[in-house]
DNA sequence: ATGACGATTTACT
DNA sequence: GTAAATCGTCATA
């Protein structure tokens, strides 16, 4: 079952905290079923906050859907390449929103291999702890692109996050948010949430984290 | 019409 | 650590 509403509906923080271990689900038009546990995820907190995309009121053709109803899907086109998938939180016209970065993949492994091969022959097989780990690959893996952007993620069929495992709520951590050095002082917040040392977080492996 | 810029990833020195 | 890939979007003119 999809979550409702009002799991959505509320500050991007708290919502980027309870996504953590959840499962998003991804079922393709021929019916194959994608899914994930939820392992990385970052909370951009609206117009104050200098990095995102919706600082200062901006309210353009892009980034529209962050200012729909908590439990929007915002997808964007970056860097000419990749997309990337957001739940919008809040309420509407707040545009606030947690962009997912990592799923620890939990069914449909051989197609997000496939997804993830199609776009070049790669020199090493890619481990199933690599296929969603990065915002950009995630999306890659899941086919999630500009089709999915707006659409509601309490009704739709082709994704949706539902209950996952409470007991990944043990270890979490927060850090600031990646890729947005720009930010000046935002860049410090710690919105980023993991869980602790789990192999599909996103990031440079550290010795210390490795094993754990 | 034009130019600067990414909420990234990968490869290479 | 640094750089390239690659192009839609948006502010400016």
Known sequence: MPFPRRFFSTDPATLARALLGQRLVRVLDDGTRLAGLIVETEAYLGPRDRAAHSFGGRRTPRNEAMYGRGGTAYVYFTYGMHYCFNVVAGDEGEPVAVLIRALEPTEGIE????????????????????????PANLCQALAIARSLNGIDLTRDP?????????????????TPRIGIDYAGHWAKRLLRFHLHGHPAVSGRRSRASKGA
């Open 158 to 174: 082709r994704l949706f996050v539902e209950q996952g495992l409470s007991a990944h709520g043990a270890g979490v951590v927060r």
């Open 111 to 134: 197609r997000m291999l496939a997804l993830r091969s199609g776009s070049r022959p790669r020199r090493k097989a890619l481990a199933p702890a690599a296929l969603c780990r990065g």
